[in-house]
């Protein structure tokens, strides 16, 4: 079946400028996941929506990132006036749950490049 | 504060010899625990789990890994090395307890070598 998608699979962005990135979870999904991969800070979670609501948003960066879940399907991830540091492959997991034994089926990522 | 430490960020093997990846976890409480496994340019799979049940998790590719609630750690292990094992592996964490929050380790490279 069909697994987690994300769009676009590559983005580049002049610093100061807002990007949104999307993720598709696996249909019937109710948990979702951003995360972020950078070379200097790892793999580290950046958010959970349970349905569409947020309960943690604890690993947002600072308040020019922003993220929302619609129909309790896509998710945007947004960065408003992207800087370099924010340079990173974004990614996107689903579960079917949230349970704390569900399996997390990741996306393949954005990249994104700050120039 | 909870993490999760691999204690090797590159080990190399030679095909058919066996395989250990380290990792030590520190919380609280006893977390349910993870491996994953990226290929290039390929998505997170999840290798195996432990979730409280058998302390000895069987995974898929014939790799497995033991949980040590004394010693606090959870490595990796695959008896014969293949050349399709070569990737970066993550011992992962959830510290939510609860809704499934990851942390992760900083990775492993696996090369294997002929």
């Known amino acids: 079946g069909a697994g987690v998608s994300q769009s676009p699979s590559n983005k580049v962005t002049e610093k100061g400028k807002d990007v949104e990135l999307r993720c598709d979870p696996i249909s019937g999904h109710t948990a979702l996941y951003w995360y972020r991969q950078s070379l200097g800070q790892g793999l580290e979670f950046l958010i959970y929506?349970?349905?569409?609501?947020?309960?943690?948003k604890s690993g947002l960066p600072s308040d020019r990132f922003s993220a929302e879940r619609t129909g309790g399907s896509v998710s945007t991830l947004t960065i408003q006036r992207t800087q370099q540091e924010d340079s990173a492959v974004y990614l996107c997991?689903?579960?079917?749950?949230?349970?704390?034994?569900?399996?997390?089926?990741f996306g393949p990522g954005t990249r994104l490049t700050v120039l | 504060a909870q993490s999760v430490t691999q204690l090797d960020s590159h080990v190399s093997v030679s095909e058919g010899t066996p395989v250990l990846l380290r990792c030590n976890y520190s919380?609280?409480?006893?977390?349910?625990l993870f491996w994953y496994v990226q290929h290039p340019n390929k998505g997170l799979q999840l290798l195996l789990k432990?979730?409280?049940?058998?302390?000895l998790v069987k995974g898929i590719n014939g790799f497995e890994a033991e949980f040590k609630k004394s010693e606090t750690s959870f490595h990796l292990t695959k008896p014969s090395a293949h050349m399709s094992d070569a990737a970066e592996y993550f011992c992962v964490a959830d510290v939510s307890g609860g809704y499934n929050k990851l942390i992760f380790g900083a990775g492993t490279r696996l090369a294997v070598h002929p």
């Open positions: 929506f349970q349905g569409n609501s947020a309960p943690d």
């Open positions: 997991a689903s579960s079917l749950t949230g349970g704390t034994t569900d399996t997390q089926y």
């Open positions: 432990y979730t409280s049940a058998a302390t």
């Open positions: 919380s609280s409480y006893s977390p349910s």
